[in-house]
């Protein structure tokens, strides 16, 4: 087997990247391509190169932003993906089960089953497990840096406490040509999972691999109002909250009045004043442990 290591090198769990060179060796592992990257921004150029290489497997080293970057330049190919969840977190790690444990990780990545996800598509780059505008991505962007180290997914809670006074913006969105919603918002996420944010199930009915979007907005605007419906979404879901507004898609189109920040999988990017989501069916296949996986 051609096994390759895209790894960013500033990342750790368990016994860190000596254990995983370590390990792939007691399993036998003889042919292995193996690039360490300072930051995920680098990674997609590595694992074309893998690719490209023939590599039979590709273990994926590292957090949120390695996860979607490594999908990004994967997506297409029949190349299975292997999630290594070091970092602070890798919420498509968590969303498919796969542990914080090098050893376990490893082994559903040489013998678990191999199974086709869908992918979104935020204005043509992609994402596994969700992307929006407003509050979320002002809550990522702040966390960047320090913050996220110190405090871990701590850091999050406090950002999304410290940005509820956000302004809202007015929004219409048309999820699969029909005009769905229009109207003051103060966040619109769309989701390839339903748990997101350290276990918070969003979506109740999302699967990534049914050929669909999850969509949801934020109806509630005041702090009371958005307090009580971030609560309840937190202890149910988006479909329960009266505060929200949800919808499955296989293509979303968002505009806003102005200039509004977004993130995808946990990376904030620039201002935009229109976004366009889109689903692709299939498009990677990625390493879950036992028959169906989670």
């Given at each position: 087997m051609k096994v390759a290591v895209v790894a960013h090198s500033g990342k750790s769990f368990g016994g860190g990247l000596s254990e995983l060179r370590s390990l792939l060796e007691r399993r036998g592992i003889d042919e292995l391509c193996w690039r360490e990257v300072p930051k995920s921004r680098k990674a997609p150029k590595q694992v074309r190169k893998a690719i490209e290489w023939g590599?039979?497997?590709?273990?994926?080293?590292?957090?949120?932003?390695?996860?979607?970057?490594?999908?990004?330049?994967?997506?297409?190919?029949?190349?299975?993906?292997?999630?290594?969840?070091?970092?602070?977190?890798?919420?498509?790690?968590?969303?498919?089960?796969?542990?914080?444990?090098?050893?376990?990780?490893?082994?559903?990545?040489?013998?678990?089953?191999?199974?086709?996800?869908?992918?979104g598509r935020i204005n043509g780059e992609a994402f596994a497990v969700m992307a929006g505008a407003g509050l979320d991505a002002l809550m990522i962007a702040d966390v960047d840096g320090g913050l996220k180290d110190r405090l871990g997914r701590l850091g999050y809670v406090w950002t999304g406490l410290k940005n509820l006074r956000a302004k809202p913006f007015d929004a219409t969105i048309t999820v699969d040509g029909t005009r769905w919603f229009e109207g003051a918002t103060s966040c619109v996420l769309v989701c390839n999972v339903g748990e997101v944010f350290g276990g918070v199930e969003l979506f109740r009915e999302?699967?990534?691999?049914?050929?669909?979007?999850?969509?949801?907005?934020?109806?509630?605007?005041?702090?009371?109002?958005?307090?009580?419906?971030?609560?309840?979404?937190?202890?149910?879901?988006?479909?329960?909250?009266?505060?929200?507004?949800?919808?499955?898609?296989?293509?979303?189109?968002?505009?806003?009045?102005?200039?509004?920040?977004?993130?995808?999988?946990?990376?904030?990017?620039?201002k935009v004043s229109s976004l366009r989501f889109d689903v692709e069916p299939s498009a990677i296949v990625v390493c879950v442990e036992g028959p169906g996986g989670r």
């Amino acid at each position: 087997m051609k096994v390759a290591v895209v790894a960013h090198s500033g990342k750790s769990f368990g016994g860190g990247l000596s254990e995983l060179r370590s390990l792939l060796e007691r399993r036998g592992i003889d042919e292995l391509c193996w690039r360490e990257v300072p930051k995920s921004r680098k990674a997609p150029k590595q694992v074309r190169k893998a690719i490209e290489w023939g590599a039979d497997l590709i273990f994926v080293w590292g957090g949120d932003g390695m996860a979607q970057r490594t999908i990004d330049a994967a997506a297409g190919s029949d190349t299975p993906l292997a999630l290594l969840p070091a970092g602070t977190a890798n919420l498509l790690a968590s969303s498919l089960g796969v542990p914080r444990d090098i050893e376990a990780a490893v082994d559903i990545g040489l013998g678990g089953e191999r199974r086709r996800l869908d992918i979104g598509r935020i204005n043509g780059e992609a994402f596994a497990v969700m992307a929006g505008a407003g509050l979320d991505a002002l809550m990522i962007a702040d966390v960047d840096g320090g913050l996220k180290d110190r405090l871990g997914r701590l850091g999050y809670v406090w950002t999304g406490l410290k940005n509820l006074r956000a302004k809202p913006f007015d929004a219409t969105i048309t999820v699969d040509g029909t005009r769905w919603f229009e109207g003051a918002t103060s966040c619109v996420l769309v989701c390839n999972v339903g748990e997101v944010f350290g276990g918070v199930e969003l979506f109740r009915e999302a699967r990534p691999d049914d050929g669909l979007l999850d969509v949801g907005v934020l109806t509630a605007t005041g702090l009371p109002k958005t307090v009580r419906t971030i609560a309840s979404i937190a202890a149910g879901s988006a479909e329960d909250a009266a505060g929200a507004r949800t919808a499955k898609a296989a293509s979303v189109r968002v505009e806003m009045d102005r200039k509004v920040l977004y993130e995808v999988d946990g990376g904030d990017r620039s201002k935009v004043s229109s976004l366009r989501f889109d689903v692709e069916p299939s498009a990677i296949v990625v390493c879950v442990e036992g028959p169906g996986g989670r």
